[in-house]
């Protein structure tokens, strides 16, 4: 079954403590990316990555960080957390290149910033 | 630049009522439209999409069709269920990097029985 798993789902950290959201897909997608989702903005993108090794910043990419050592990972790491970051978090993942690709979703995750 | 402006929810509606969401997009160049949805819980997944001009995507009952003149691209069913409450998100890709999406800022709909 085709897939983008996130985990945590689910997480409660302080600010300052550093997180890593791992992401993974199982479609060999060349694309990855991450969004996060909060009231009345939509999603906004964070970061993404092209393919292993490459990556580039979003709209919003202040405060995180991205790596793209394997084609199916792609996690997402704050290095000092703050309540400002508190958010819904999805991974998502698509082919390259092509008018219409689809994009896959994970299921989010849940991250509160105390 | 590019953007997607739909409207503001939440919309109720009775069972068996029509549905009509407003989308309306701008974008440099001729972008792919895509309609998604979010049921609660989980994440989005892709309701359908258009790829030029003229197109109409459907799919389980809701259709949309890409109009340029209007840069528009409402989403419409005939006849919502309960199990179609959720929030819905317009979105564009940009021909120039066919993986960057502008999403909207998405529409919850409420069905009651």
């Known amino acids: 079954e085709a897939q983008v798993t996130q985990n945590p789902r689910y997480l409660i950290t302080v600010t300052g403590k550093k997180l890593t959201v791992t992401c993974s897909q199982n479609?060999?997608?060349?694309?990855m990316s991450w969004y996060r989702q909060d009231p009345g903005l939509g999603l906004r993108q964070i970061y993404y990555?092209?393919?292993?090794?490459?990556?580039d910043k979003g709209d919003v990419p202040e405060g995180y960080k991205v790596s793209r050592k394997e084609k199916r990972n792609f996690p997402l790491i704050l290095e000092s957390p703050s309540p400002n970051q508190t958010s819904l978090y999805f991974c998502?993942?698509?082919?390259?290149?092509?008018?219409?690709?689809?994009?896959?979703f994970g299921e989010g995750s849940w991250l509160t910033v105390v | 630049g590019n953007s997607v402006t739909q409207m503001e929810g939440p919309v109720t509606l009775s069972e068996e009522a029509f549905l009509t969401i407003n989308c309306t997009y701008t974008?440099?160049?001729?972008?792919?439209l895509f309609w998604y949805v979010q049921y609660p819980g989980e994440g989005l997944q892709l309701l359908l999409k258009?790829?030029?001009?003229?197109d109409k995507g459907s799919n389980k009952g809701f259709e949309a069709t890409y109009r340029k003149e209007t840069t528009s691209f409402h989403l419409e069913k005939g006849s919502v269920q309960v199990s179609d409450s959720a929030v819905y998100f317009c979105?564009?890709?940009?021909?120039?990097?066919?993986?960057?999406?502008?999403f909207g800022s998405g529409t919850k709909l409420n069905v009651k029985p």
């Open positions: 974008a440099t160049g001729y972008p792919s």
């Open positions: 479609m060999n997608h060349e694309y």
């Open positions: 258009a790829t030029k001009a003229d």
């Open positions: 990555s092209m393919n292993v090794e490459v990556t």
């Open positions: 979105a564009l890709s940009d021909r120039g990097n066919f993986n960057k999406f502008y």
């Open positions: 998502a993942s698509s082919r390259q290149g092509n008018s219409g690709n689809t994009i896959y």
